[in-house]
């Protein structure tokens, strides 16, 4: 195989651009296709990209080695199913469905094909968040877990709040815990119309059943951007803030005082492209990102029935 990894594209939306930016920036991966139905969207790549408006044509031509799937959330089942029942390795955008049944479909079609799937939950890439995990590995215990995350926008009709922003939130906790919590709750703490959408603040609460708890508000309608991820064990403290110019801080006197921790600087999305390549090259099949996402779908699944019987 060419030491350089052609990858097509599904969706050129805000999320696509930033695919297409970064594999501009990025030895060794090449943008050779991307599938958009918006005739504009030849303008964002370089002459040599072929731009098709359907996705199926594109797939089952062929002639790149890898898919990255950044379409709203109800059609990615349908693209990544077509993809890995060819092994075709493929990147899926965050959350990975809308629906429990879908993800499980998905996961029994990568273990059946052996296939190459990633979910793109970013802060998992982000290597300050590495960095808080390893560390995390080390204590003998975690006592709770807190998040808060938001901004203003975006008020988007393919995705609300609970699984457009909840997705990063659920993906960390279960990243750092690896097994699924014993209670869910989730209640809305606000929602107000705004232009083009819905503004809202849910707040989840998740026990585990070893007495662990964690807490994530997550919104939509903050002045400005908050992604902070706190998790706490005796006197110390780790918090990633991928907003901060420090993304981790360390205190050891339960909170009082911190100290920035030094991580590299490779911004996450370089960092998922660079591996997914890498993967491709080595052929290594590894679902463990899809069995995440899975299972980030069940939760987020069990925290809408919960908002469905507290606005009942």
Known sequence: MNNNI??????????????IQTIDNLDGVTLTHLASSNPDSTGLVNPNCMVVPNWRPMIEKGGFEGLIIATPPATHAEIALAAIE??????????????????????????????????????????AFRVL???????????????????WGPFRNDAPVLWDWGAHDI?????????????????????Y????????????????????????EINNHWSEKVKRFEVYSDAEVLVYDDVAVQKLIRSIDGGKNFNPIKVPSDPPLTVILREFAQA????????????????????????????KERLV
């Open 6 to 19: 052609r990858l097509a594209l599904v969706g050129a939306g805000r999320w696509g651009r930033n695919y």
């Open 86 to 127: 060819i092994k075709l390795p493929v990147i899926i955008e965050k959350p990975l469905t809308l629906d429990a049944c879908e993800a499980a479909i998905l996961t029994e079609a990568a273990e059946k094909h052996d296939a190459q799937v990633l979910v793109d939950h970013i802060h998992l890439y982000n290597p």
């Open 133 to 151: 995990k390893t560390m995390v590995a080390g204590w003998n215990r975690i006592d709770k877990i807190e998040s808060r995350s938001g901004k």
């Open 171 to 191: 993906a960390m906790l279960l990243d750092i815990i690896g097994d699924l919590p014993e209670n869910v709750s989730a209640k809305q703490i606000g929602s």
């Open 193 to 216: 119309a705004v232009e083009g959408g819905q503004a809202e603040s849910i707040a989840i609460d998740l026990k585990w059943k070893t007495g662990l708890t964690a807490k994530a």
């Open 280 to 307: 491709i090259r080595d052929n290594v099949k590894d679902i463990s990102g899809l069995l995440l996402g899975k299972r980030v779908v069940s939760v987020l699944s069990e925290c809408q029935a919960s908002l």
